[in-house]
């Protein structure tokens, strides 16, 4: 390296410690659709650490084979392992005590090339069993702590956990399973956590009619020692529960395909607030199969996905937002249903099915930033123009990577002082 070059990276250097460069802060969009692609049905969706995990029917996920679960970076996807053998139907973040894991469950009867029934943990590096597992298939999962510690609950179709009676629900502590009282009589479709005030509490939607011997019609609650009824329950199956607050406190929405709730109308969804359930104005036209809060920039809504075409009377095309008082289309919607709903890195993430044959996963929110090429060394952390870029792009230039080409010259050679210069003003004018 001639001397010029080298009294310019250290002005460079100098620039960077004087902080002459500052990320923009971020300005107001208006959300929209992008597609990351996979080419089965998405039917669950979770965060654990910096990414999105996916689980379904599909064998790949952006070009990548992935066997019916994969990671999304907010970049592209990755495999975790070998894939399951059968379709993934719920996904969870559980710390047992050894660190946070992802948790799967759903069809299967392998994971990641070895024996799984319908349940495993992925540490990140490999994929261990939950005992014995389940004996049919997992639906739903939670985190809930009923007094004696978190665990991780399992409903489903199964009626045994670990080799015990535990009639479509069941508790993971991390070492064995546990049932819940005698479990419900019959599926459990939807797991979610809400204290309606007397403290927090498991609540379980299906299509089952007694919980513990209790008459309890789709859906019940578990303090940890019984089962109760919300009220006269639901006319039919509940397949999603999500919390949401729409200004007037906390309250449990339960969306699926019956028509009352409490013995009110209510068109595939309703509100209960621990005394009494509520309309969502005239609901939808078709079954609800996921629900999330998010806020795209508009204020706080719980964002409904399911079979449907209509919400209170306006097309919407799998997906809908409900803001606490009246319904809005999100986007142009789908041709298809939606099944999960997540939120990762400020964007609302939907899964299901685009076709027959084709699976459908896409985002919600403000169009990604483009890559700012002063960011060297990707850092995420403010500021993330420093000193370090500056490093990073002297290792780059050395290596001879087209990214040094800063000023994409194409006269020999192509790498010089120029180079330099270029990176400095790129990186006065800060990333967007």
């Excluded at 609800?288 to 097309?315: E, I, K, M, Q």
Aim: glycine share 16%.
């Amino acid at each position: 390296m001639n001397r010029e070059i080298s009294v310019r990276i250290h002005a460079l250097a100098l620039c960077a410690a004087a902080g002459v460069a500052t990320s923009a802060s971020a300005q107001p969009c208006t959300p929209e659709w992008s597609t990351t692609g996979v080419d089965g049905g998405v039917h669950a969706q979770t965060v654990f650490g910096p990414a999105l995990y996916a689980g379904g029917a599909f064998e790949t996920a952006g070009g990548v084979n992935v066997g019916g679960i994969a990671r999304w970076d907010g970049t592209a996807w990755s495999a975790l392992g070998a894939g399951v053998d059968s379709a993934v139907r719920a996904l969870a973040v559980f710390d047992d005590g050894t660190g946070p894991a992802l948790y799967a469950g759903g069809q299967f009867s392998t994971i990641g090339g070895g024996a799984a029934s319908r349940i495993a943990r992925w540490d990140g590096t490999a994929w261990t069993t939950l005992g014995t597992g389940v004996d049919s298939s997992v639906l739903a999962l939670a985190v809930f702590d009923d007094g004696t510690g978190p665990a991780l609950y399992a409903g489903g179709s199964f009626q045994t956990a670990g080799g015990i009676a535990a009639n479509r629900i069941a508790r993971w502590n991390g070492q064995t399973w546990s049932a819940l009282g005698n479990g419900v009589a019959n599926s459990v479709r939807a797991l979610a956590v809400f204290d309606d005030g007397t403290g927090p509490a498991l609540y379980a939607g299906g299509v089952f009619f007694f919980a513990g011997g209790v008459a309890a019609s789709r859906i019940a609650r578990w303090d940890g020692t019984a089962w109760s009824a919300l009220g006269t329950g639901i006319s039919n199956a509940v397949q999603a529960l999500a919390v949401f607050d729409d200004g007037t406190g906390p309250a449990l929405y339960a969306g699926g395909s019956f028509q009352t709730a409490g013995g009110i109308a209510a068109s595939c969804i309703a509100r209960w607030d621990g005394t009494a359930w509520t309309t969502l104005g005239t609901g939808v036209d078709n079954t609800v199969l996921a629900l999330a809060a998010f806020d795209d920039g508009a204020g706080p809504a719980l964002y409904v996905g399911g079979a449907f075409s209509t919400a209170g009377g306006v097309a919407a095309g799998g997906i809908a937002r409900w803001n606490g008082q009246a319904w809005s289309a999100v986007g142009t919607g789908f041709n298809n249903s939606v099944y999960t709903l997540a939120v990762f890195d400020d964007a609302l993430h939907a899964g299901g099915a685009s076709s027959a044959t084709s699976g459908l996963m896409a985002r919600w929110g403000c169009p990604p930033a483009p890559p700012c090429y002063a960011n060297c060394d990707q850092s995420t952390q403010a500021p993330v123009l420093n000193v370090q870029d500056f490093g990073c792009f002297l290792v780059r230039y050395a290596a001879g990577e087209p990214y040094a080409n800063c000023d994409n010259s194409t006269t020999a050679p192509v790498l010089n002082v120029q180079d330099f210069s270029c990176f400095l003003t790129r990186y006065a004018a800060g990333c967007p």
